[in-house]
C-alpha cells in the first residue's frame, strides 16, 4: 500500500552493526505495527503502538527496540544485529479494530 | 505461537476451480481477517468477519467462521492465475475493554497455485 512506506527496501549489514527500519505512512491512523517474517513461520509481532507515548511488546521483541516518533512515524532498531535477525520486516497501521494497511517489507539480511 | 495454522500448507488448482483454505485457531476473538501476499510483497486485506457472524462475502471470495469449532474458511471461487499468492488468516483477540484488540496473531499460511 504507497500510504505505507518503509525504508531500506533491502539492507545487508555485518553482525554486531547497529541498524534503524524506518517506517511512515499518511493514512493518519494511530496505531502502527512491526513484524518479522520468516520462511514457513507467518508473521510475528515485534512490537506496537497505539498512539505516540504508547509502547508496547509483541510476540518476539528482544533484540529489538522501536521509537515512535510522531503519530505517522515508527521506527525498529536492531542495536547488535545477528544473524538469526536475517527476515523480511513489515510495518502496519491500522484504525482501532479495523484491518491493517502493510508497507512493502525490508528485506534485511545479517552477515 | 501461532494462533491460526492454515490447512493445507499448500494447494495447486487449475484456473476456473475454486480453491478452499481453513484456519483453526485456539483462543476466543473478536474477529478473524484474512490476508493475501504476492511473492515478498506486503499483505493485503481480504476480508474481516467478526466473532458474531456466521458468513461473509466479498466478490469472489467467501469466508465462514465457527466459533464453536475455532476455525474460518476462506474460498475463492472461479480462480485466476492472477490469484496465485499466499493467503494468511490472522485473529484478533485483545480485551476490548481494556482497549486492547487489533493485535493480530497470524497462522503460516496456504500457498495458493493457480495455473493456466
Known amino acids: 500500500d504507497a500510504d505505507v512506506t518503509q525504508t531500506p527496501r533491502n539492507r545487508i549489514t555485518k553482525t554486531g552493526k547497529r541498524i534503524m527500519l524506518e517506517c511512515s505512512q499518511t493514512?493518519?491512523?494511530?496505531?502502527m505495527y512491526w513484524y518479522r517474517q520468516d520462511p514457513g513461520l507467518g508473521l510475528r509481532l515485534i512490537y506496537y503502538?497505539?498512539?505516540?507515548?504508547?509502547?508496547n511488546k509483541g510476540e518476539i521483541s528482544d533484540g529489538y527496540s522501536v521509537s515512535r516518533q510522531a503519530q505517522a512515524k515508527f521506527s525498529l532498531s536492531l542495536e547488535s544485529a545477528i544473524p538469526n535477525q536475517t527476515a523480511l520486516y513489515f510495518c502496519?497501521?491500522?484504525?482501532?479494530?479495523?484491518?491493517?494497511?502493510f508497507g512493502p517489507g525490508t528485506r534485511l539480511t545479517v552477515l | 505461537s501461532q494462533q491460526g495454522e492454515e490447512d493445507p500448507q499448500a494447494l495447486s488448482i487449475q484456473e476456473g476451480e475454486n480453491a478452499t483454505m481453513n484456519c483453526s485457531y485456539k483462543?476466543?476473538?473478536?474477529?478473524l481477517q484474512w490476508y493475501r501476499q504476492n511473492s515478498g510483497r506486503g499483505l493485503v486485506h481480504l476480508i474481516l468477519i467478526r466473532s458474531n457472524e456466521r458468513e461473509k462475502h466479498s466478490g469472489r471470495l467467501r469466508v465462514t467462521l465457527d466459533t464453536s469449532k475455532k476455525s474460518s474458511s476462506l474460498l475463492i471461487t472461479a480462480s485466476r492465475a492472477a490469484d496465485t499468492a499466499s493467503y494468511f488468516c490472522?485473529?484478533?483477540?485483545?480485551?476490548?475493554?481494556?482497549?486492547?484488540?487489533?493485535?493480530?496473531?497470524f497462522g503460516t499460511g496456504t500457498q495458493l497455485k493457480v495455473e493456466l
Open positions: 483462543t476466543s476473538i473478536n474477529n
Open positions: 493514512k493518519g491512523h494511530d496505531r
Open positions: 502496519a497501521t491500522s484504525d482501532h479494530r479495523t484491518e491493517q494497511f
Open positions: 503502538s497505539f498512539d505516540v507515548k504508547d509502547i
Open positions: 490472522a485473529t484478533d483477540a485483545g480485551l476490548i475493554l481494556t482497549g486492547g484488540g487489533n493485535k493480530l496473531t
